[in-house]
């Protein structure tokens, strides 16, 4: 599970939906992260452009990444390539200060 794989890397996580039980409840609690949407596929076919446009939806002006992964394989993060290079320039600070604003900008 993502959650796992978080608290392997030595963040605090948990299931959402599951722990909370609300269907607006995001698919990982982690606090460390919290202004970083996360969602979160375990599937054998994986739609990767609508996964990511849930994403963006479902995170409502956040960075967002997409956690994915089919049986026997590693998990594999999608994310855009704006927040790849902020990621790249700027490290964890990103999701320190974030604008919020309608653009989608990080």
Known sequence: MWRDELRAAGFTARRGQQFAGGTDSPDVI????????????FVENLNLIKATEQAERDGAGKPWIVAHKKNRTPWLVTM?????????????????????????EY
Do not use: I, P, W, Y
């Not at 982690?30 to 596929?41: F, G, P, R, S």
């Not at 855009?80 to 604003?101: C, H, P, Q, Y």
């Open 80 to 104: 855009s390539s704006e927040l790849f290079f902020k990621l790249l320039r700027d490290g964890m600070d990103t999701f320190a200060v974030r604008n919020a604003g309608s653009s989608g």
């Open 30 to 41: 982690c606090e460390e992260l919290a202004a970083l949407h996360q969602e979160v596929k």
